[in-house]
């Protein structure tokens, strides 16, 4: 697989597609905080319709592949549900003129929930508090080819596309390839340049990232391994799997996801990292889980051997498991 394969093609339109539908809801819908407590209809129909064209697109062009994603469309085929189907249905049809709110369902319904050989795996919405919060959130699309990432793309709508310019221009799509490295392009697909992960040597001198969500991750622990080394920098939580595109861009050095306390037993879903992982391995970066074990993409959705999640621009990574045996 290179850069022009029809995979990649077909899954960076799919990405751009999915993420200007989700800002236009997001526009249109998801203004203001409150809306976080009150209504999640905004994050529902974005996820469905993300989910929607994506399968479609995918489907479309690689008719015996299997996708792995998060929805199905029974919930939405209730007929209390149908005021959100028909906004769905609405939301698509700006993309693709003519579709039916059946077949909208039945795109949904491409995706499945068991892995085989060679599947894809996706996130419509990863980050969904972000999303609502008018914060973070990413479209993560991932081939998974014998429990091997071959191929990911996140789409970080929110995310600002120079480091130096946080307030400046929004919105980027970050793509790797095994053995290709990885690279960040804008919003559209253009202007696709390298990227690589900090060459920070020094532990004191890291950045970490972690979840906003506290009951995502264990804060405290993240905290007491940063006193450990000596990490002075604040962290930067962030929701998604942004995160991993931040890393990747060498923004921060250290994504630190130990297991919170609030889940016991909690086992993280491929989908919130296959795409992630890929991105930061092929700008230098290392990912395993916190026990320095690697991510596992093969047994089912849920990465059932994996503890957390550690991510770091690979000098740093073996200081940091050691750290984190506390
Ligand atoms: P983040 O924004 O990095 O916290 O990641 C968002 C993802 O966290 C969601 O897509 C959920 O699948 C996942 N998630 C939900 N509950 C938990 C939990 N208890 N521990 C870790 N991750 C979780
Ligand atoms: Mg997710």
């Not at 597609?17 to 209809?41: F, N, P, V």
Request: glycine share 8%; net charge negative; charged share 25%.
């Amino acid at each position: 697989m290179d850069q022009n394969s029809p995979e990649v093609m077909t899954a960076i339109q799919a990405a751009i597609k999915a993420s200007a539908l989700c800002e236009k809801i997001r526009m249109d819908l998801a203004g203001g905080e409150s809306l976080l407590k009150s209504d999640r209809s905004p994050v529902t129909i974005a996820d469905y319709g993300s989910q929607a064209m994506i399968c479609k697109l995918i489907r479309g062009r690689f008719p015996n592949d299997t996708i792995v994603a998060e929805e199905d469309s029974k919930e939405l085929r209730r007929p209390d549900r149908s005021k959100i189907l028909e906004r769905v249905t609405d939301y698509i049809n700006a993309f693709i003129p003519g579709s039916s709110s059946e077949e909208v369902c039945s795109w949904i319904d491409f995706g499945s929930n068991s892995v085989s050989g060679r599947f894809w795996a996706l996130d419509p919405i990863d980050g969904t508090k972000g999303f609502l919060r008018g914060d973070q959130y990413a479209i993560a699309l991932a081939l998974i080819e014998k429990g091997r990432v071959k191929l990911g793309i996140l789409a970080c709508p929110n995310l600002y596309a120079d480091i130096h310019r946080p307030f400046g221009e929004k919105g980027c799509l970050f793509l790797a390839l095994e053995g290709n490295g990885s690279f960040q392009m804008d919003r559209w697909g253009v202007n696709k340049r390298p990227i690589f992960v900090s060459k920070v040597t020094n532990p004191s001198e890291a950045v970490i990232t972690e979840s906003v969500e506290p009951d995502h991750a264990d804060h405290l622990t993240h905290q007491r391994l940063a006193q450990k080394l000596n990490i002075s920098k604040p962290s930067l939580r962030m929701d998604s799997q942004a995160k991993y595109g931040i890393l990747a861009r060498g923004e921060v050095t250290l994504y630190l996801r130990v297991p919170s306390s609030a889940e016991p037993g909690y086992k993280e879903n491929i989908w919130d990292h296959a795409a992630g992982s890929i991105i930061a391995e092929e700008a230098g970066g290392r990912v395993t889980d916190v026990i320095g074990r690697p991510l596992d993409f093969s047994s089912g959705i849920k990465m059932e051997k994996n503890q957390g999640i550690l991510v770091s621009n690979g000098i740093l990574h073996e200081v940091v498991l050691k750290a984190l045996e506390m």
